[in-house]
């Protein structure tokens, strides 16, 4: 017993010394499309925590340089894997196991290669698994090791935010998929967590029933083709895992929560060619996340200042996962093409904004 809590102690502590609100910088390889544009590559990775910017001729824009906690950059060959994503990543769920909230969430303009980070590709493929598949193995590859001390129940929601509505990805729309889901925020439910009342638990006992949780989910999920990209995420995606693991000798129940959260795609609404619904869906996004940076901007700020987390669904379901005690890990991911310059360079500062977030974890 008094080994675990010295390597509970001492792993959290090293989570805690690699920076609160952690950020892995992503950029993906240039597309067949971009390859046959002939669109110039305008990103390289300096060193293992520096990506550059070239400079722009025909906007006169200079150099620009950004520091993160990791960058991937370009192809497999590259050491870009969906495995190496994951190796650093893998630490976190030791943290939910051990009572904390940890959140993975992606970021970044459309066709940029979040889904494919968090989800992974349509084939399935072991190559090509994203995250959330290897985290239901290596979470239940870590709880096995707890299962002679510990009684462990594992309940999973997975939910999409489209429109500024929120619905239940593992209920049909016949059985009422968006029928009074409300948000109760962690300091008004008996947990500490943030719970969304109405949202259908589903519960997990091993690794493939929490994949085929997760592929029902996604399945579900609002998508629609825009210009940037044929098969666009229009929704966010918020997968929530709750580990409750009962002490079999004293009774002493922990908590621990690991939400996966894929964000629907930012970008300008005019080059994303939205129109009539698409625009509504795109000012939606645009909206929810500019809510995102405010929250940010305020826990950056310092001082005792008013978090906006209630002006807005996003951020409400993401109180409990940035700031105050969450272990929180951001994947920013990013195109090369020099025709989403702006766009990559709006992510990278968004991602610094939020790299200056200090959790109070305890």
């Known amino acids: ?40 590559n305008v990103m390289t990775k300096e060193d293992e925590r520096t990506c550059v910017m070239a400079s722009d001729p025909v906007s006169g824009s200079e150099i620009k340089d950004w520091e993160f906690d990791k960058i991937f950059n370009g192809s497999e060959a590259d050491g870009n894997t969906q495995e190496a994503v994951f190796k650093d990543t893998s630490l976190l769920i030791i943290s939910a196991i051990d009572g904390f909230n940890v959140c993975i969430f992606a970021y970044g303009q459309t066709g940029s290669g979040k889904t494919y980070t968090m989800f992974g590709s349509n084939d399935r493929s072991e190559r090509h698994q994203g995250l959330a598949p290897r985290v239901a193995h290596e979470l239940f590859n870590k709880l096995q090791e707890r ?15 489209y429109t500024d509505k929120l619905g239940d990805l593992l209920t049909s729309k016949e059985e009422g998929y968006a ?8 300091e008004h439910t008996s947990s500490g967590l ?3 009342e109405g949202a259908k638990m589903e519960r997990a006992t091993n690794a ?43 009774g002493k129940v922990i908590h621990g929560k690991l939400t996966l959260t894929d964000l629907a795609g930012s970008e300008r609404v005019a080059k ?39 002006n807005h669904p996003l951020t409400m379901l993401m109180s409990d996962s940035i700031g105050g005690n969450a272990k929180t890990l951001m ?18 500062d968004f991602a610094k904004r939020c790299r200056n977030v200090t959790n109070n974890v305890s």
């Open 1 to 40: 017993q008094e080994e675990t809590e010295k390597r509970k102690i001492l792993h959290n502590t090293l989570e805690d010394m690699k920076g609160r609100i952690r950020v892995y910088v992503r950029i993906r390889p240039l597309s067949e499309t971009e390859l046959k544009a002939d669109y110039a």
């Open 147 to 161: 299962e002679s001390s510990h009684h462990i129940e594992v309940s999973v929601t997975m939910l999409e935010l």
């Open 179 to 186: 029928s009074d889901l409300k948000i109760r925020l962690a």
């Open 194 to 196: 943030v719970e969304v």
């Open 208 to 250: 493939n029933e929490l994949l085929d949780i997760f592929n029902r989910g996604a399945k579900g999920r609002a998508s629609s083709s825009t210009k940037m990209n044929a098969d666009s995420s229009r929704s966010h995606m918020i997968a929530t895992v709750v580990l409750s693991l009962r002490n079999r000798r004293t």
């Open 272 to 310: 994303s060619g939205a129109a009539g619904h698409q625009l509504k869906e795109a000012q939606s996004i645009n909206k929810s996340l500019s809510a995102l940076g405010d929250v940010i901007g305020a826990l950056t700020s310092g001082g005792r200042q008013h978090i906006p987390y209630r």
């Open 331 to 348: 994947f920013v991911c990013c195109s090369p093409a020099d025709y989403n310059r702006k766009e990559t360079a709006n992510s990278l």
